[in-house]
T-cell receptor
Framework: AQSVTQLDSQVPVFEEAPVELRCNYS??????LFWYVQYPNQGLQLLLK??????LVESINGFEAEFNKSQTSFHLRKPSVHISDTAEYFC?????????????FGTGTRLLVSP | GAVVSQHPSWVICKSGTSVKIECRSL??????MFWYRQFPKQSLMLMAT?????????EQGVEKDKFLINHASLTLSTLTVTSAHPEDSSFYIC????????????FGPGTRLTVT
């Protein structure tokens, strides 16, 4: 079975400051890794994903995440946040077993950006 | 990009009535659709997985007679909450797996259900 841990339930930060949202996972098999963002009263939007290849993946709005296999982590970072980045962020994994496996979500981290 | 829609976006119903939520994949065919439930300030809880033309597979603890799922076509799945009670009030999100890009799973905008 897989599990995803997001230790920080809430991260307050000032605008233009850097931020890191932590994600660690546990799995006996290899996994795909995802970050989703949820704005208030909306569904989830895929922010970025790691499937294979370069361990550093980037999104179009300045976020990046690095897959660290030895530490089983996939932390999300942004060098300078905006007010509009205020949202809930979910880390998720999908195991690479045969067939389509279900996403396993972390409990989420609420990013609060203030002026 | 792939779009998943849900209708309605919010609904208020009286206790004891049933409510149907539709989930559609607008520009792709979805072999599999997933229904999630999200309580305030919590993560998504998978309720059930449905494949087109077959019965849904429910997660442990989810009452299949209360949450009826129908996956009638490759672009439409419905969730019916039967005999709704206030404790069923929640945010319901559907998700669809692309038949072609098989590792991709797209999420709908969610439906907020309030049972009075």
């Amino acid at each position: 079975a897989q599990s995803v841990t997001q230790l920080d339930s809430q991260v307050p930060v000032f605008e233009e400051a850097p931020v890191e949202l932590r994600c660690n996972y546990s799995s006996s098999v290899s996994v795909y890794l995802f970050w989703y963002v949820q704005y208030p009263n909306q569904g989830l939007q895929l922010l970025l994903k790691y499937l294979s290849g370069s361990t550093l993946v980037e999104s179009i709005n300045g976020f990046e995440a690095e897959f660290n296999k030895s530490q089983t982590s996939f932390h999300l970072r942004k060098p300078s946040v905006h007010i509009s980045d205020t949202a809930e962020y979910f880390c998720a994994v999908r195991p690479l077993n045969t067939g389509f496996q279900k996403l396993v979500f972390g409990t989420g981290t609420r990013l609060l950006v203030s002026p | 990009g792939a779009v998943v829609s849900q209708h309605p976006s919010w609904v208020i119903c009286k206790s004891g009535t049933s409510v149907k939520i539709e989930c559609r994949s607008l520009d792709f065919q979805a072999t599999t659709m997933f229904w999630y439930r999200q309580f305030p300030k919590q993560s998504l809880m998978l309720m059930a997985t449905s494949n087109e033309g077959s019965k849904a597979t429910y997660e442990q603890g989810v009452e299949k007679d209360k949450f009826l799922i129908n996956h009638a076509s490759l672009t439409l799945s419905t969730l019916t909450v039967t005999s709704a009670h206030p404790e069923d009030s929640s945010f319901y999100i559907c998700s669809a797996r692309d038949k072609v890009a098989r590792y991709e799973q797209y999420f709908g905008p969610g439906t907020r259900l309030t049972v009075t």
